[in-house]
């Protein structure tokens, strides 16, 4: 889980077009971020330009407020032809369908957690084989973020939504639903309808 915070001035970046607005807006004051004081030692934060561009920096520890982007990761599974979706049991985008997906928790591979969360949401275990997409947003309400998608296969388990979403079913390329949640989950399966997806190995460390 992130804390309250971050994911709050990652509302303000997804509010907005570029980093430059943001400066901007914190050079002319009408807009802040939510970190308001240091993390660290509590003293409050200034605005400063550093590492190009302008950022809450603490004038006694020297806390530089990086506002990155989330990072998250998404599976696309297929079995006999049909292809696994999630209905969200949350918002954003409650009630439409999208892949298994999730966050990236910092001590995990991005890899490790796109199976974790296909397993969470849908019950089955999966092993990850090849890299799809990598694929970046700014218009989610959580903020922006970098999602990867994996395509993986099924290795067990039984199909139970779980977590985030309340349905998983396997889903023909005829019958795919019509709400399809964010913009690069559709992307992706309309490629795969097209058979125009390119997978890429996944190469793991020795
Ligand atoms: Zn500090």
């Known amino acids: 889980m992130c804390d309250p915070d971050h994911r709050a001035v990652g509302q303000f970046v997804g509010g907005t077009r570029s980093g430059g607005r943001i400066a901007a ?5 009408d807009e802040r971020p939510s970190y308001r004081y240091c993390p660290y030692c509590r003293t409050e934060l200034s605005d400063r330009l550093v590492f190009g561009r302008t950022r809450r920096v603490c004038p006694s520890c020297g806390f530089v407020h990086f506002v990155d982007p989330k990072v998250g990761v998404a599976v696309l599974v297929e079995h006999a032809g049909k292809v696994l979706l999630v209905r969200r049991a949350v918002a ?3 009630g439409a369908w999208c892949l298994p997906s999730g966050f990236v928790e910092s001590d995990e591979d991005p890899a490790e957690a ?35 998608f994996y395509q993986a296969q ?52 020795q």
Request: glycine share 10%; hydrophobic share 40%; aromatic share 6%.
């Open 154 to 205: 099924v290795v067990g388990g039984w199909l139970t939504p779980g977590d985030d979403a309340d349905e998983a079913r396997f889903f023909a390329s005829h019958e795919l639903p019509t709400e399809i949640a964010f913009r690069s989950n559709r992307e992706i399966l309309s490629r795969w309808q097209r058979g125009q997806l390119v997978p890429c190995p996944v190469i793991r460390p």
């Open 92 to 94: 954003p985008s409650q």
């Open 114 to 148: 796109a199976a974790r969360e296909c397993l969470e949401e849908t019950g089955l275990h999966v092993r990850i084989t090849d890299l799809l997409h990598v694929g970046s947003y700014r218009n989610d309400p959580r903020g922006a973020g970098i999602i990867i």
């Open 25 to 29: 807006r914190i050079l002319m004051g």
